[in-house]
């Protein structure tokens, strides 16, 4: 069939009902009836020969060809959205763009008051809007253009996704001061002697450290484990545990705890974070801008 024949409107629609998984909180994103969805969606499906979704409870649940299509949907809309915008010439100092941003927790403390401060100085009018996904999501996500651009570790992604290796980090370990045992030095038999707290979003699973510690066939003491750093450097504030964590993070963190900040007794690798984006707006001006301005943050961080 022709693309002269279709509606590419129908496509915007199927876009809203795989989001929402609901024609009624697609009519309304769309701002359109709820008949208006259901009609749309009648055609599509007469064109493409399949129901694309189907009703399970409250929920509308995408077919196995509506999963296989989702991504292909989305960069050709994204594409052609860049096509029309790309018309408006991006000038920092008038825009009033909102760019959305993927970023783990222990990024975003480190990246976001330089960036922003960046961002302030060259584009008043700029907003940031930053949330945490699932990275078996980034890819969909940055095709779809419903986030700008992603910072992650190193992902199995495809093609279609840019990456620029950021300036690694490195690990340290955390003691209070007045540790009974631990005095601004740190070996890899004192480190094991004593009881961690592990960082983790998981329910369970090794860290890195662990990891390397099980590969030469040694086991540190957990005592605690939970989800947020700076919970943890609470607790190492009223006992003997330590805890291993990211050192930029680390730094942030420490202006308010004033621990032992001591070098990881044990070799690891550097913590290697990556900028992520879609090819689709791999030459586009305001993300080519936006992904500056966070190169030269990140550069500019404190080692």
């Given at each position: ?43 599509l499906r007469l064109l ?36 029309v915008n790309s018309a ?97 030095a740190l070996d890899l ?115």
């Open positions: 069939m022709h693309i002269s024949k279709v509606d590419l409107n129908l496509f915007v629609v199927f876009d809203a009902i795989y989001t929402e998984r609901s024609l009624t909180r697609a009519s309304q994103k769309m701002n359109l009836t709820q008949p208006a969805i259901s009609h749309a969606l009648g055609r493409l020969d399949d129901p694309l979704f189907e009703r399970q409870g409250h929920e509308m649940v995408p077919t196995p060809l509506a999963r296989n299509i989702v991504g292909q949907v989305r960069s050709a809309l994204r594409g052609l959205e860049l096509t408006e010439r991006f000038d920092p100092a008038t825009s009033e763009r909102t760019f959305t941003l993927a970023m783990r927790d222990v990024v975003e403390p480190n990246l976001l008051p330089p960036l922003m401060a960046a961002i302030a100085a060259q584009a008043p009018l700029v907003g940031v809007n930053v949330l945490r996904m699932a990275r078996t999501e980034l890819e969909s996500e940055l095709a779809a253009g419903t986030v700008d651009a992603g910072i992650d570790v190193l992902l199995p992604l495809s093609d279609h996704i840019r990456t620029l290796r950021l300036p690694p980090d490195e690990t340290v370990v955390f003691a209070r001061r007045g540790h009974p045992h631990v005095q601004d038999d004192l480190y094991l002697r004593q009881q961690h707290i592990q960082v983790s979003a998981r329910r369970s699973g090794p860290s890195l450290e662990d990891v390397e510690l099980s590969r030469r066939g040694l086991q540190r003491r957990i005592r605690m484990r939970c989800q947020h750093y700076y919970t943890a450097c609470s607790v190492v504030s009223q006992t003997d545990f330590l805890l291993t964590m990211p050192a930029r993070y680390g730094h942030v963190l420490n202006q308010q705890f004033n621990h032992q900040v001591l070098p990881l007794p044990l070799a690891l690798p550097a913590i290697d974070n990556h900028l992520y984006w879609h090819a689709n707006v791999e030459h586009d001006p305001a993300h080519m801008w936006l992904r500056a301005r966070i190169a030269e943050v990140i550069a500019a961080l404190p080692a």
